[in-house]
C-alpha cells in the first residue's frame, strides 16, 4: 500500500453535497455506484460494494456494480446473514472495522433510514483514522436516502431483495405492504414483518405518520392463495383511502366492510389504531381480530378488548372506537392468528416479548416471527405476521434511534 497518499488537509472528509449532486445526475440504476466512485477517489477504497438485506432477513445480497457484465438474477453473490458481520452490523447499528490482511482495513457500515435496515457498505480502504471512518459512516447514511429515492424508478432493489420465487399472491401481497417495514420517529419506534405461508394467507399490516397521529393497521383475509390476496386488496385499499380521505377510525372500517361486501367473497379480520402523538392516547377498533400483547413495566399481558365483527361478514355489524392509554416504556404487540395457531401454538410468544425487552422492535419482530417459522419447520399453514411498537412519549424534536440515543 506504499503508493497510497493520505489526503491533504483541504480535501479530507466525504462532500456530501457532491455525493447527492452526482446521484441526482446518475441514472437511478447507476445511483448507488455515485457513493462507491467518491470513496474510491478520496480514500483510495477498494472492493466497494452494496449488500440488501432480502425480503426474508436471513441472506444479503451483494448487487453488481454498474457499467459490469450484469449477472443473471439467480448468479448474484448470497450471503447467509446469520452469524456473519453483515448481521452484527444490521442489528447493533454500528460501523465495523477489522484488518483485511493486506495491511488496510475492512469496513462495513450500516445502510439505514429511520430504522429501516436496507443493506451494509461494504469496502475496504488502506488506512482507516476518524476522518474516513466518519466519511464511510456519512457516505452509507447517503446512500441510504439514494436508494430510498430510485427504488421507486427501477426494479433493480426489488428483485436484489427476492431470494426465492414470488407467486401471483406474494406479488400482490408484498405491494400493499408499507415500502418500509420500519419507522423511528421522537415518539415512538415501529417494525413489522409478515412471513408468508407457503400458498399466502392474506395478512397485510399498514402505516402512516400524520403531523399528529399514527395509524397503524393489521388485517388478515379470510383464505389463501389469490383469492386472499384479492380479498387483502379490497380491505386495504379502502382503508387508505378512507384515512387519506381524513375520515375517522370509524368511517375507516366501515368503509373496509361496504367494499368486502360489495365486491368481494369472503371476511377480513382486522384492528385498526391511532396513536396521538401528544398524549399517547390509542383509539382502537377490533373486527374479529386477536387480542394485542402489551409489555409495562417487565410485564407482558394481553389487553382483553371488545372484539366486533370481521369486516364483510354478511351481517348487520357494529363497530365502536375503544380507548387506552400508552405509557412511555410501553411495548405493544400486534399479530396474526398465524402467530398463535396450529403448529405455532408451540412458541411462547409472551417470553419471547419478555425476553426481548430490550431489543429494537424490529429484532423482536425477527426473533418473533424467525420462532414461529422454525416451529412450523419452515412449512407455515397460514401467514405469521406481526407489528411492534414501542411507545417512546412525546419527545417532539428528538429521534430515537435503535440504540436507545437520540438524533
Same mark, same amino acid.
Given at each position: 500500500?506504499?503508493?497510497?497518499?493520505?489526503?491533504?488537509?483541504?480535501?479530507?472528509?466525504?462532500?456530501?453535497?457532491?455525493?447527492?449532486?452526482?446521484?441526482?445526475?446518475?441514472?437511478?440504476?447507476?445511483?448507488?455506484?455515485?457513493?462507491?466512485?467518491?470513496?474510491?477517489?478520496?480514500?483510495?477504497?477498494?472492493?466497494?460494494?452494496?449488500?440488501?438485506?432480502?425480503?426474508?432477513?436471513?441472506?444479503?445480497?451483494?448487487?453488481?456494480?454498474?457499467?459490469?457484465?450484469?449477472?443473471?438474477?439467480?448468479?448474484?453473490?448470497?450471503?447467509?446473514?446469520?452469524?456473519?458481520?453483515?448481521?452484527?452490523?444490521?442489528?447493533?447499528?454500528?460501523?465495523?472495522?477489522?484488518?483485511?490482511?493486506?495491511?488496510?482495513?475492512?469496513?462495513?457500515?450500516?445502510?439505514?433510514?429511520?430504522?429501516?435496515?436496507?443493506?451494509?457498505?461494504?469496502?475496504?480502504?488502506?488506512?482507516?483514522?476518524?476522518?474516513?471512518?466518519?466519511?464511510?459512516?456519512?457516505?452509507?447514511?447517503?446512500?441510504?436516502?439514494?436508494?430510498?429515492?430510485?427504488?421507486?424508478?427501477?426494479?433493480?432493489?426489488?428483485?436484489?431483495?427476492?431470494?426465492?420465487?414470488?407467486?401471483?399472491?406474494?406479488?400482490?401481497?408484498?405491494?400493499?405492504?408499507?415500502?418500509?417495514?420500519?419507522?423511528?420517529?421522537?415518539?415512538?419506534?415501529?417494525?413489522?414483518? /409478515?412471513?408468508?405461508? =407457503?400458498?399466502? @394467507?392474506? #395478512? *397485510?399490516?399498514?402505516?402512516? $405518520?400524520?403531523?399528529?397521529?399514527? +395509524? /397503524?393497521?393489521?388485517? =388478515?383475509?379470510? @383464505?389463501? #392463495? *389469490?383469492?386472499?390476496?384479492? $380479498?387483502?386488496?379490497?380491505?386495504? +385499499?379502502?382503508?387508505?383511502?378512507?384515512?387519506?380521505?381524513?375520515?375517522?377510525?370509524?368511517?375507516?372500517?366501515?368503509?373496509?366492510?361496504?367494499?368486502?361486501?360489495?365486491?368481494?367473497?369472503?371476511?377480513?379480520?382486522?384492528?385498526?389504531?391511532?396513536?396521538?402523538?401528544?398524549?399517547?392516547?390509542?383509539?382502537?377498533?377490533?373486527?374479529?381480530?386477536?387480542?394485542?400483547?402489551?409489555?409495562?413495566?417487565?410485564?407482558?399481558?394481553?389487553?382483553?378488548?371488545?372484539?366486533?365483527?370481521?369486516?364483510?361478514?354478511?351481517?348487520?355489524?357494529?363497530?365502536?372506537?375503544?380507548?387506552?392509554?400508552?405509557?412511555?416504556?410501553?411495548?405493544?404487540?400486534?399479530?396474526?392468528?398465524?402467530?398463535?395457531?396450529?403448529?405455532?401454538?408451540?412458541?411462547?410468544?409472551?417470553?419471547?416479548?419478555?425476553?426481548?425487552?430490550?431489543?429494537?422492535?424490529?429484532?423482536?419482530?425477527?426473533?418473533?416471527?424467525?420462532?414461529?417459522?422454525?416451529?412450523?419447520?419452515?412449512?407455515?399453514?397460514?401467514?405469521?405476521?406481526?407489528?411492534?411498537?414501542?411507545?417512546?412519549?412525546?419527545?417532539?424534536?428528538?429521534?430515537?434511534?435503535?440504540?436507545?440515543?437520540?438524533?
Amino acid at each position: 500500500m506504499e503508493d497510497w497518499e493520505r489526503p491533504a488537509p483541504g480535501d479530507v472528509g466525504l462532500d456530501l453535497d457532491e455525493v447527492l449532486g452526482a446521484a441526482k445526475d446518475a441514472t437511478p440504476v447507476e445511483s448507488v455506484d455515485v457513493v462507491a466512485r467518491n470513496l474510491e477517489k478520496r480514500f483510495s477504497a477498494s472492493e466497494v460494494s452494496f449488500l440488501l438485506v432480502d425480503m426474508l432477513g436471513q441472506e444479503a445480497v451483494r448487487l453488481p456494480r454498474a457499467g459490469t457484465a450484469r449477472q443473471a438474477r439467480g448468479a448474484v453473490e448470497r450471503l447467509r446473514l446469520t452469524g456473519s458481520v453483515y448481521d452484527r452490523v444490521l442489528r447493533s447499528q454500528r460501523l465495523h472495522q477489522e484488518p483485511d490482511g493486506e495491511g488496510g482495513c475492512r469496513m462495513v457500515a450500516p445502510v439505514t433510514n429511520r430504522g429501516d435496515c436496507i443493506g451494509v457498505l461494504d469496502l475496504a480502504v488502506p488506512y482507516a483514522d476518524g476522518t474516513v471512518r466518519d466519511a464511510v459512516a456519512q457516505a452509507a447514511h447517503a446512500l441510504a436516502y439514494i436508494v430510498v429515492t430510485d427504488r421507486r424508478f427501477t426494479d433493480l432493489y426489488h428483485w436484489g431483495r427476492r431470494t426465492t420465487t414470488m407467486s401471483l399472491a406474494a406479488e400482490i401481497q408484498h405491494q400493499l405492504l408499507p415500502s418500509a417495514p420500519c419507522c423511528e420517529a421522537a415518539q415512538f419506534t415501529l417494525a413489522g414483518g /409478515l412471513v408468508p405461508a =407457503d400458498d399466502i @394467507g392474506g #395478512d *397485510t399490516y399498514d402505516y402512516a $405518520l400524520d403531523q399528529d397521529v399514527l +395509524n /397503524l393497521s393489521i388485517t =388478515d383475509a379470510m @383464505g389463501h #392463495d *389469490t383469492a386472499s390476496a384479492l $380479498l387483502a386488496t379490497l380491505t386495504v +385499499n379502502a382503508l387508505r383511502g378512507a384515512r387519506r380521505a381524513g375520515l375517522g377510525m370509524l368511517d375507516q372500517a366501515y368503509a373496509a366492510h361496504r367494499a368486502i361486501t360489495r365486491h368481494g367473497r369472503g371476511m377480513t379480520t382486522g384492528q385498526l389504531l391511532r396513536v396521538r402523538l401528544e398524549t399517547g392516547v390509542c383509539e382502537l377498533v377490533n373486527a374479529g381480530h386477536p387480542w394485542p400483547l402489551r409489555m409495562r413495566a417487565g410485564r407482558v399481558e394481553e389487553l382483553a378488548i371488545k372484539v366486533n365483527m370481521p369486516f364483510g361478514v354478511p351481517a348487520p355489524v357494529r363497530y365502536e372506537v375503544q380507548r387506552l392509554r400508552l405509557e412511555p416504556g410501553d411495548r405493544l404487540v400486534l399479530i396474526t392468528d398465524g402467530m398463535h395457531e396450529r403448529a405455532a401454538a408451540s412458541v411462547d410468544l409472551y417470553a419471547l416479548v419478555h425476553d426481548t425487552r430490550g431489543e429494537h422492535p424490529r429484532e423482536v419482530v425477527r426473533a418473533m416471527t424467525t420462532a414461529v417459522y422454525d416451529a412450523c419447520e419452515g412449512a407455515l399453514p397460514d401467514d405469521a405476521t406481526t407489528l411492534v411498537l414501542d411507545w417512546h412519549g412525546s419527545r417532539p424534536g428528538q429521534r430515537r434511534t435503535s440504540g436507545g440515543s437520540s438524533t
